[in-house]
């Protein structure tokens, strides 16, 4: 059984509008998103009013010029006025760019987790979460991962936000299964396969059948097949390359498998499953091979394991942070 996560306090309403601000503005934006939006901003007048204001601040934005960025005397700052307060100060209006550009950077920082928060299912380090859908089709979610479902009568789409997820899609001839990432989007031509994304990078692993990837920049694979994985980002496709797929799933019954990985490797993979840093304090010992089975539950052991096994000294300071130097 899938926990509900208990609601928040509603955020006030300027903050509500700016939120929605910075959802508007991305690419990923779905139609059931676009409607939650209309719905809110037709529940209230304030709600009205407060992405008005929003939304004139950022189109003012775009209206300025090098000339009006560098004039101080006669700077085209646009003004922000909230609902029911007083106009800004000419002082105020000096420093309104930089808190314009303190805005739009922040904005961008806030939609980014709030893409994660807000999304239909998340995950906390070290978690994991087996999801069923309304179609027959299933989500294995994976560590400090999120998605957010959107199924209608033409297709149905399942938006990674971060993180990894194995899908088991059951078949709808009529409506394609499409994993929507930040770097491109993959559609099902079959079965099961597993999605990674992270740093703005996606791995595909395809486990039964095959699938069709295509990346923002339009690059298309049209057929990763069975026991293949591919990397690719906004802007790149790197070639298909064969996988063990027994290895490929371990994470699926909890496991972490290496064979002759660098120290700094397994340290990497490590970090995906427990909060906090694990820190390698000396290069010499980045590259000392580690092989061997871990369970993901309980991480100590595995850095337990690598003290005993290799000339390196492992130093738990806190729950949080993990030193690891040469003995």
């Given amino acids: 059984m899938i926990k509900s996560i208990p609601a928040s306090q509603p955020l006030p309403v300027e903050q509500q509008a700016m939120q929605w601000q910075a959802r508007l503005c991305s690419d990923l934006l779905s139609d059931r998103q676009r409607l939650e939006f209309e719905t809110w901003l037709a529940e209230r007048p304030e709600h009205a009013a407060a992405w008005q204001s929003i939304n004139d601040f950022w189109t003012g934005l775009d209206e300025l010029t090098l ?4 004039d101080d005397n006669n700077a085209k700052i646009p003004e922000f006025n909230p609902p029911k307060t007083a106009k800004s100060s000419p ?18 920082l806030i939609y980014q ?8 299912y998340r995950n906390s380090v070290g978690r994991q979460q087996q999801i069923a859908l309304a179609d027959g089709s299933s989500i294995l979610l994976n560590t400090a991962s999120a998605v957010s479902v959107d ?47 992270q740093d703005g990078h996606v791995s595909v692993t395809v486990f039964e059948h095959a699938v069709k990837i295509t990346n923002a920049a339009g690059q298309v694979v049209q057929k990763l097949a ?7 980002s906004r802007d790149s496709l790197a070639t298909a390359a064969p996988v063990n797929l027994q290895r490929a799933a371990a994470w699926h019954k909890q496991r972490m498998v290496f064979q002759d990985q660098p120290l700094a490797t397994v340290v990497a993979e490590l970090e995906r499953y427990r909060p906090g840093k694990i820190l390698i304090l000396n290069d010499a010992i980045k590259n000392l091979p580690i092989t061997g089975v871990f369970g993901i539950t309980d991480t100590d052991i595995a850095l337990q394991a ?22």
Avoid at 91 to 108: D, E, F, N, Q, Y
Avoid at 172 to 181: E, L
Wanted: hydrophobic content about 45%; overall charge neutral.
């Fill in 226 to 232: 069975q026991a293949q994985q591919l990397d690719f």
């Fill in 67 to 70: 000339a009006d960025i560098t």
């Fill in 306 to 327: 690598i003290a005993q096994s290799l000339p390196v000294k492992v130093r738990k300071i806190s729950e949080h942070l993990v030193l690891l130097s040469a003995k």
């Fill in 91 to 108: 002082r105020h209006l000096k420093t309104g760019l930089a808190l314009a550009a303190s805005l739009l950077l922040s904005l961008s």
């Fill in 151 to 197: 199924f209608s009568e033409q297709q149905r789409t399942v938006t990674l936000h971060d993180g990894e997820a194995y899908f088991t899609v059951a078949a709808d001839p009529n409506r394609p299964f499409v994993v929507q990432t930040a770097a491109g989007r993959i559609q099902a031509l079959g079965t099961a396969f597993d999605v990674k994304l």
């Fill in 113 to 120: 987790q709030l893409d994660f928060y807000l999304a239909d």
